[in-house]
């Protein structure tokens, strides 16, 4: 994929996103009676700009990294005596709190809102934590961390789905690193098993973007799947070599190619090389030379020839459980989700800025750019996953207590309800430089991961 199709979906994903943001301020403010001067998704010069029969001014602007509801405000200018109660600074600081949250508020509503339609649409498919190999010597073959067990609670915490322990081990890694396994292998029996992580440069590794399960020499099980191609991303690597679904891969370089997990082992080292694929459609066997695609996934820069494998066809009865869900219990859920993931954020922002969560998790506009025009190829489903992930993380770091951001804004207006008055000018300028001097350090250490993973 071009790095025009990312550029793409990422100014689709960031301006939908920043849209729904900022109507949550105008929308909220409009109810409270405060005045609103302009709406603007993006920043710079207009590209299109209006005025609408309320009077406000809205902006379409050419650089989609953000946007901004612009209200009446005395420390901008002159108010006419008329328009004093609808001033942003008139306002009871309670007010302008309820104005603030309803930004990072619309995100998380979005995000709820989306993922509820999503389960309502397609369900809950729930993967079993059955495991599959586990590494020789590793620390989960240490601990007696057999294949067939199924893994069924992680320190107490029941857990029924793959995600679900992914989730708990990360939350044990990023902590003190013990983890108490309950398990029960094939025979029906459970153990208890103790997965003691001491070494702190090791559970910070473990933090990284591809999750613990590796690092812990442990791997789910999955089902074995013929190399053959489904569904062929049109302009990527495998359709301009000319390969269609449907293609048996034979041999990779000459190594055989016995099933699609040999397919992706044989492809992933290689991001940006050449490699000769021998094929086999109606009976006859061909060669062609396909340059491997350079994308990024789980902080790893890897090769992908940009097909998908078939559906899966031989997995054992109870190994997947799917569960059809009505609209309210789909919103439940969605909610409940939303809520665990914010949560389970919070931690780890927090365990980050103490060392113990490995910085390579943060990403920045490369890796969002990248990811979008991934998802938008992979279909509407991922894309709309992609979109719920993206707004939950948006309404999350806008409530960082950091002066330029919501959350800061909320710190400066709660001060100034129980202190009877507004903070100083001085110390609020101290507060919004501190709060770019931050973010400067926040968006650098991104922006640098972003740049190691494309020369990793």
Known sequence: MTALWYLLWFAVAVSLLVTVHEFGHFWVARRLGLKVLRFSVGFGKPL?????????????CPIPLGGYVKMLDEREGPVPAADLPRSFTRQHPLKRVAVLLAGPGSNFLFAVLVLGAMFWSSGLTRWLPVIGDVTAG??????????????????????????????????????AGDARLTVRGNGGAERVLNLDVRDPVLR????????PMGGLGMHFWLPTVPPVLGRVLPGGPAA??????????????GRPVHDFQDLVAAVS??????LAITYRRGGLERTVEVTVAAVTAQGQRIGRIEAEQPPVENTPPGMVRHVPLGPLAALGLAAHRIGTLTVLQGQLLWRMVLGRVSIKNLGGPLTIAQEAGESASAGAGSFLGFLVLISLEIGFLNLLPIPILDGGQVVFQLVEWVKGAPLSERAQVIGQQVGIALLIVLMGVALFNDIARQFS
Not at 138 to 160: K, W
């Open 48 to 60: 299109l700009s209006w005025r609408g029969r309320d009077g406000v001014e809205y902006w379409v």
């Open 138 to 175: 590793s620390l989960a073959a240490q601990a007696g961390v057999h294949s067939g067990d199924r893994i069924v609670a992680v320190n107490g915490a029941a857990v029924d789905s793959q995600s679900a322990v992914r989730m708990r081990l990360l939350e044990v890694m990023s902590g």
């Open 204 to 211: 910070r590794s473990l933090t990284g973007p591809s999750g």
């Open 240 to 253: 301009r070599a000319g390969l269609r679904a449907g293609d048996r891969i034979v041999a990779i370089g």
């Open 269 to 274: 080292p290689h991001p940006g090389a050449t």
